[in-house]
């Protein structure tokens, strides 16, 4: 663990980047610990992928944005960190999307929000979404598993509260160590249906679902404005449970 004085440009820096946490004792010093997490392949072409976006964000934070700008993400960063969230939940096996909120710098949001947007297919934003409100899940209607194709159906419902152009977001994880919790696939919101075959597996290859049987799955869904605002994540659904 090393303590750290930040100084301008940078004054306050807390949450997780790059897989560092970055926080503040009571006595107003600031640290950087590693972050704890169980990730198979840290390698993967995907985990790549987003450490780049990333690095990416957090370079225009610095070298393209405006200091409004910047404000305005800093005021972002406030609204997100006062959402509410339920640790239990969060902490849960059937939780499977991120959750958004906790206290978190405006360039952690910025960069978050950004990147949430580019792997959605979105256009993402430089100005904060400070007139948007927070989006509700869609609601799933039908989860169906053809075993002799290995294909997985998803219908849903329109959320509640979404702004145009947004996504419905799927997420998957079994309960085994096969798949890991992780994103696989947005749709436009309005299609109400998704198709999917395969998933990425622990190891950051992609595994059709017919090589893996027996598995358990799990799946969640969660809403992404176009600016990268995301939903909290859905009802849990258990798609399959096929005998070994």
Same mark, same amino acid.
């Given at each position: 663990? @090393?303590?750290? =004085?930040?100084?301008?440009?940078?004054?306050?820096?807390?949450?997780?980047?790059?897989?560092?946490?970055?926080?503040?004792? =009571? !006595?107003?010093?600031?640290?950087?610990?590693?972050?704890?997490?169980?990730?198979?392949?840290?390698?993967?072409?995907?985990?790549?992928?987003?450490?780049?976006?990333?690095?990416?964000? +957090?370079?225009?934070?610095?070298?393209?944005?405006? #200091?409004?700008?910047?404000?305005?993400?800093? $005021?972002?960063? #406030?609204?997100?960190?006062?959402?509410?969230?339920?640790?239990?939940?969060?902490?849960?096996?059937?939780?499977?999307?991120?959750?958004?909120?906790?206290?978190?710098?405006?360039?952690?949001?910025?960069?978050?929000?950004?990147?949430?947007?580019?792997? !959605?297919?979105?256009?993402?934003?430089?100005? @904060?979404?400070?007139?948007?409100?927070?989006?509700?899940?869609?609601?799933? /209607?039908?989860?169906?598993?053809?075993?002799?194709?290995?294909?997985?159906?998803?219908?849903?419902?329109?959320?509640? +509260?979404?702004?145009?152009?947004?996504?419905?977001?799927?997420?998957?994880? /079994?309960?085994?160590?096969?798949?890991? =919790? #992780?994103? $696989? +696939?947005?749709?436009?919101?309005?299609?109400?249906?998704?198709?999917? +075959?395969?998933?990425?597996?622990?190891?950051?290859?992609?595994?059709?679902?017919?090589? !893996? !049987?027996?598995?358990?799955?799990?799946?969640?869904?969660?809403?992404?404005?176009?600016?990268?605002?995301? /939903?909290?994540?859905? $009802?849990?659904?258990?798609?399959?449970?096929?005998?070994?």
């Amino acid at each position: 663990m @090393a303590r750290v =004085k930040l100084v301008a440009p940078v004054g306050d820096l807390r949450g997780t980047l790059f897989g560092l946490v970055y926080s503040e004792w =009571k !006595a107003g010093v600031n640290y950087i610990r590693e972050y704890q997490a169980t990730v198979l392949n840290p390698n993967s072409v995907r985990q790549e992928l987003m450490r780049e976006r990333l690095q990416f964000y +957090t370079q225009e934070w610095f070298n393209t944005l405006t #200091q409004a700008q910047r404000d305005g993400w800093e $005021e972002m960063a #406030q609204r997100i960190g006062d959402l509410e969230h339920d640790p239990f939940t969060s902490n849960s096996i059937l939780q499977i999307c991120p959750e958004i909120g906790g206290k978190m710098a405006g360039v952690n949001v910025y960069a978050g929000f950004n990147t949430r947007a580019l792997s !959605a297919g979105l256009a993402g934003t430089n100005a @904060a979404p400070l007139g948007e409100a927070q989006p509700t899940p869609p609601g799933v /209607s039908s989860v169906a598993y053809v075993s002799a194709t290995g294909t997985l159906t998803v219908g849903w419902g329109d959320a509640a +509260t979404f702004a145009s152009g947004a996504v419905a977001e799927l997420w998957l994880r /079994s309960r085994s160590r096969v798949y890991h =919790k #992780q994103w $696989e +696939t947005a749709t436009a919101m309005t299609t109400n249906t998704v198709v999917i +075959t395969a998933a990425n597996a622990a190891l950051g290859a992609r595994l059709a679902f017919l090589a !893996a !049987a027996s598995q358990r799955l799990l799946i969640q869904m969660r809403t992404v404005n176009p600016s990268g605002y995301a /939903s909290p994540g859905g $009802e849990t659904f258990p798609v399959f449970a096929s005998a070994p």
